[in-house]
């Protein structure tokens, strides 16, 4: 049974300095680059595919917004190609060096919170990808516990793979809402939390 890492939404517009920043962001790509270079350099890596999501908008209407209610409309943030939909140095190097198995990019045309919404480069949806690639079991980390991460988790979990949240591997935003994430919501549907 294959085992991935799944890194959500680690772009240079969630942590700080970014137009949607989340406080801690910067730290956890760090120490996710350390993660993912460590599985690298491991003689029994902890995981066999390293994927990666992101937000990558082009026309995702409703969902930007000059006047943002931060719950279903945000500032701009992501825009297909430009720095701020990037994955956040080290990471990014880190990621460029053990190499990204699957990647993909959501949100074009709508919100697109989870990762499962997202599509690989060929246009493969992510649970084909994965299955394709023989991952049961995912690990999931990112950026915002609360929002895209809960949302990849969840659905994870409804697609069939093991699923596990690894908690100091995530940043989020409203602390009560973390915490109904992690304690009950998550685990409700299944969700392992590490």
Not at 10 to 15: E, G, I, K, L, T
Not at 144 to 162: H, M
Request: net charge negative; charged share 25%; proline share 5%.
């Amino acid at each position: 049974m294959k085992h991935a890492l799944l890194i959500v939404d680690v772009q240079n517009d969630f942590v700080e300095g970014g137009s949607l920043a989340v406080a801690g962001g910067r730290d956890l790509a760090a120490r996710l680059a350390e993660a993912v270079s460590a599985n690298r350099d491991s003689a029994s890596p902890r995981f066999d595919a390293i994927v990666t999501t992101q937000d990558w908008h082009i026309s995702p209407g409703d969902h930007f917004s000059e006047d943002p209610d931060y719950v279903d409309s945000w500032p701009v943030h992501c825009v297909a190609e430009s720095a701020g939909a990037e994955i956040v140095p080290p990471l990014a190097e880190a990621l460029r060096s053990h190499g990204v198995t699957i990647a993909a990019k959501k949100g074009r045309y709508d919100a697109a919170y989870s990762g499962f919404e997202g599509v690989t480069e060929s246009g493969l949806p992510l649970a084909d990808a994965l299955r394709a690639a023989g991952i049961a079991r995912l690990t999931v980390a990112g950026i915002a516990t609360d929002y895209c991460v809960r949302a990849s988790a969840l659905d994870a979990a409804r697609e069939g793979f093991t699923t596990t949240l690894w908690r100091e591997m995530c940043v989020g935003i409203n602390p009560e809402k973390i915490e109904r994430t992690l304690h009950e919501e998550l685990p409700n549907a299944g969700v392992s939390i590490l």
